[in-house]
């Protein structure tokens, strides 16, 4: 149990285009998901907490309208790189709270390269 | 500001040692402390802990915190080549979101 999506696993894009990242747990429902990303070498840093139904809350220094959150239901949400831009370039991994034991479970990420 | 610290921040051993790796932390309203194993892709879930001097135990993996001394350490006893990976300590605490604030990792790996 407790299986976490998320699609694509890769995407290379041209710098100014948008891309979409979606995560969805598959045999639960998570009212919250998390959305991380990882440099190489670097330990996964918190960019958003997304909330089921209301609007995501950034960590300081991440901003929303680049970052774009949307949690329409209790087992999808999807994060929109929007304008990307080379530095934007990173591991980005969902994860999904479980509600019975307050478990993060994480979806297998997604390695985003913009050229 | 919450802060968890990991040590050694790498590690290299031979098959059939018995590593042990830190993890300390300082942080506001403690809820529980997890431990991921992080291969090629996203972290997988180890441990999660609550109560001081629980030993959680799974194979030849096994956790305990200290919430006094606020530390926990993961013991892996006779190391395989497949144990090599990052394995990461996170702390949730706060309000109601309980977030993880993640340390940066201890790299290990395990020479045949």
């Known amino acids: 149990g407790a299986v976490v999506s998320q699609h694509p696993s890769w995407v290379i894009c041209k710098s100014g285009t948008s891309v979409k990242i979606e995560c969805r747990s598959l045999d639960f429902q998570a009212t919250t998901m998390f959305w991380y990303r990882q440099f190489p070498k670097q330990s996964l840093m918190l960019m958003a907490t997304s909330n089921e139904g209301s609007k995501a809350t950034y960590e300081q220094g991440v901003e929303k309208d680049k970052f774009l959150i949307n949690h329409a239901s209790l087992t999808l949400s999807t994060l929109t790189v929007t304008s990307a831009h080379p530095e934007d370039s990173s591991f980005y991994i969902c994860s999904a709270r479980e509600l019975a034991t307050y478990t993060q479970y994480f979806g297998p990420g997604t390695r985003l390269t913009v050229l | 500001e919450d802060k968890v610290v990991q040590s050694p921040l790498s590690l290299v051993v031979h098959e059939g040692d018995t590593v042990t790796l830190n993890c300390s932390y300082e942080?506001?309203?403690?809820?529980?402390l997890l431990w991921y194993k992080q291969e090629k892709k996203a972290p997988t879930f180890l441990f999660m802990l609550t109560s001081s001097g629980i030993e959680k135990k799974s194979g030849r993996l096994s956790s305990i915190l200290d919430k006094k001394e606020l530390f926990s350490i993961l013991n892996i006893t006779a190391t395989q080549t497949g144990d090599s990976a990052i394995y990461l300590c996170a702390v949730e605490a706060g309000g109601s979101a309980r977030q993880l604030t993640f340390g940066s990792g201890t790299q290990l790996t395990v020479l045949p």
């Open positions: 942080v506001t309203n403690f809820r529980s």
